[in-house]
């Protein structure tokens, strides 16, 4: 239900990825109209891509679910909110008196980074929960950039962010901002950001196995064989420190174990790497001096940087270029937003800021990062019996069957378990197999901060997005809806020892409301007032009073802030990564004196239309030519005898998928690349619109059982594969899509 108004216009904020864009949204008599772009926005300056008309898309999809639904047979029916939540919390509360914490897991998808409700209400629900059995998207993603963080910072939230608007050399590896908008890197309009870097005279170097769309605007292009990224940046730090190119004062005041780092790069010259890394040691050398030798320089790695075996390790060297090369906080280098709510701030306030490894999973003994089990590891815990065997699952706004290496077991696993809850609006290819659906409402029916993404943006700014139309009284937000599981998941559990579970979750969530919770953390935050009347401060007030968002300022050095090791020091060799530099030495070493493989490897991509599964129920993401391609290079298709426009078989360690052929010399050559996030062909989801263009998972072929062994990332690029045709009647008299 929607209040009926007059015409009018909202200023909200694109929450569909991570780039933060201005919107302004016409609404009329209660329904939404006409999205276009905010060009008063400080950060988005007007940027907009197509994601955006898919706000409506979502708003008015006939498929989204408004009310809750519980499984009866092989069927779901609706049910009343008081009956969702109360045989919710009873079920999953009863797994774990009978089993333990442990025996009920929870998983957190990548849409709940954009809700304030549940970035709000998240921790005092895992709380209430207590159990170790914690997953997440970030462990397929980017936990690898938050263990770097956490080993030279001491947080794992402070993740330094490239300067790309004052930058004079920019160097990124396994990233598309141009698609993206930014990942871990809020930077709307890159494409434009690029323009203004060439027209300053500054340069641009891409490195990654596809040339991409950011790439276009590279100064240079290097194409690299997927998982060599930590050679390369190996190699370029020991030219850096070999040719005494070291230099800057968080170096010299800051760093220590300078010399153990000389040491543990002693294999990687540029000469050494140079026959298995495929890119010459005289660029190499090359281009670590270019890099040194500019007026400010940053290096930038993201996704293919994080989901190869040295995931970890890769994202360290990184940071610790730009840290030896003196352009570590710093106008132009790597710098940390002051944001209006200071997250990092405030996991240090609460004793939070991180821990390296929080113990093992209970079957493999795969490593836990700061509370976060491998999303991997989850299918094989609900299998296994014995004690602490995964028997119930809350999921909130996630969909591992299509984003988890080797979907098809995880569906398996999931038909297994004794209750399923699912706090999502879709009845997607993971949330069919809940018990129970609670839908909350859609972005557009309430109030929003992201209060994560202005964490990681390459501009300081706040920007409050008000509800746009009025939801049904009879719905709940997701804030609503977790609060509500936490009150009754601590009701069940207050019983002998635990009976302060329930007076704790009352103080916890006195339910005042996302909007008086965001505005004290603004208050208490590094702009704010802190409740001081006669101090000059930032309150929501002041944010609200500026629709298209308070400008406020660009980044700042503030080192002296933000650094939270115990000895004020940052370790620039700590154990960990000195024993994985080994490890790559040992790898070096082994592919020495080894034949390079002659087969495939698959990569993955990301569309301009798309972001993961969530939005492909949309016409916006599904119209024009078909996205799910398998891409390859015309060299490896003549060598297979495939052709443009035909059916191929995929097949990887765990399974096989079919898609058609799109020839591509943008790869490189031994290098396929199916796009993440579709799949949607499975039986039991309430997705019209998406199972008519329903593409295949590349994660179907992904091997589950391999993971990087510091935080135990998933390994989703660099896949082995076996590509063949499909035998068919006829040829296509159309091979389209042909050579993009």
């Not at 493989?597 to 993961?612: E, F, S």
């Amino acid at each position: 239900m929607t209040t009926a108004t007059g015409p009018r216009v909202v200023h909200k904020t694109c929450n569909l990825c991570e780039a933060m864009c201005g919107l302004r949204i016409h609404v009329d008599g209660g329904r939404v109209g006409r999205i276009e772009p905010d060009p008063d926005d400080p950060l988005s300056r007007g940027a907009i891509c197509a994601k955006a008309v898919a706000l409506r898309e979502i708003h008015e999809d006939p498929d989204r679910l408004r009310q809750p639904l519980r499984r009866q047979g092989e069927r779901f029916v609706p049910v009343s909110w008081d009956s969702a939540l109360s045989e919710a919390c009873e079920r999953l509360g009863a797994i774990q008196k009978q089993h333990g914490d442990d025996a009920v897991a929870c998983y957190l998808g990548n849409p709940g980074a954009h809700s304030l409700g549940i970035v709000l209400a998240v921790t005092p629900l895992f709380s209430v929960l207590d159990t170790r059995n914690r997953y997440s998207a970030s462990s397929l993603d980017q936990n690898p950039k938050h263990a770097s963080s956490l080993l030279l910072l001491g947080n794992f939230l402070r993740i330094p962010i490239p300067d790309v608007d004052r930058t004079q050399h920019l160097l990124m590896l396994g990233a598309n901002p141009v698609v993206s908008g930014g990942s871990l890197m809020t930077a709307p309009g890159f494409r434009r950001r690029l323009e203004a870097l060439s027209a300053r005279g500054g340069r641009f170097v891409v490195v990654d196995p596809r040339r991409t769309e950011t790439a276009q605007y590279a100064d240079e292009y290097l194409s690299i064989q997927p998982g060599k990224d930590g050679l390369l940046m190996a190699g370029l730090l020991f030219t850096v420190l070999n040719e005494e190119l070291e230099g800057g004062t968080v170096l010299a005041e800051r760093g220590r174990g300078l010399d153990d780092l000389r040491r543990a790069l002693a294999p990687f010259a540029p000469e050494e790497i140079e026959p298995v890394l495929g890119i010459p040691a005289t660029t190499v050398r090359r281009l670590a001096r270019e890099f040194a030798a500019a007026p400010s320089a940053v290096c930038y790695g993201r996704v293919g940087t994080c989901q190869h075996p040295f995931g970890t390790l890769v994202s360290w060297l990184i940071d610790v270029l730009n840290l030896v090369t003196g352009n570590f906080d710093r106008p132009g280098g790597v710098m940390f937003p002051r944001p209006a709510v200071d997250l990092a701030e405030l996991a240090e306030m609460r004793g939070r800021a991180g821990t390296m490894l929080e113990g093992h999973t209970r079957v493999r003994g795969a490593p836990i990062f700061n509370g976060d089990a491998p999303t991997p590891c989850l299918a094989e815990e609900i299998e296994t019996p014995g004690e602490g065997q995964v028997r119930g699952l809350l999921s909130i706004a996630g969909n591992p069957v299509l984003s988890a290496p080797n979907g098809r077991r995880l569906e398996r696993a999931l038909a297994g378990l004794e209750c399923f809850v699912a706090v999502d609006y879709y009845c997607n290819e993971t949330t069919r197999h809940a018990h129970l659906i609670l839908p909350p409402t859609g972005s557009l029916e309430h109030d929003a901060y992201e209060v994560l993404f202005h964490g990681f943006a390459v501009r300081d700014t706040a920007r409050y997005s008000p509800q746009v139309v009025t939801p049904d009284p009879a719905t709940k937000d997701d804030f609503a809806i977790l609060c509500e599981l936490v009150l009754g998941l601590a009701a069940e559990k207050a019983q002998g020892p635990r009976r302060w579970l329930w007076s704790a979750a009352r103080r916890w969530l006195p339910r005042p409301g996302t909007r008086r919770i965001l505005d004290a953390l603004i208050r208490l935050g590094p702009r704010g007032d802190g409740f001081r009347p006669w101090r000059r401060g930032l309150r929501l007030a002041d944010i609200e009073a500026e629709p298209s968002g308070l400008d406020l300022g660009p980044l700042v050095p503030r080192l002296d802030e933000v650094l939270a090791t115990e000895d004020g020091r940052i370790d620039l060799a700590p154990e960990v990564m000195r024993a994985e530099l080994a490890r790559l030495a040992h790898d070096l070493e082994s592919r020495r004196n080894t034949p390079e493989p002659t087969g495939l490897v698959m990569i993955g991509r990301r569309d301009v239309r798309t972001n993961n599964s969530w939005l492909h129920n949309t016409c916006m993401s599904t119209k024009g030519p078909e996205r799910c391609t398998l891409q390859m290079h015309p060299d490896d298709a003549r060598d297979r005898g495939l052709v443009a426009g035909q059916r191929v078989r995929v097949a990887g360690p765990v399974g096989a998928v079919e898609a058609p052929l799109e020839l591509s010399d943008r790869l490189r050559p031994g290098v396929v690349s199916l796009p993440h996030g579709w799949g949607h062909g499975r039986a039991g989801t309430r997705l019209a619109l998406a199972a008519d263009h329903a593409g295949v998972s590349c994660n179907d072929v992904i091997d589950d059982a391999v993971l990087e062994p510091v935080v135990g990332n998933a390994i989703l690029n660099g896949v082995p594969v076996e590509v063949s045709a499909v035998p068919c009647a006829e040829t296509p008299s159309a091979p389209a899509p042909g050579v993009a």
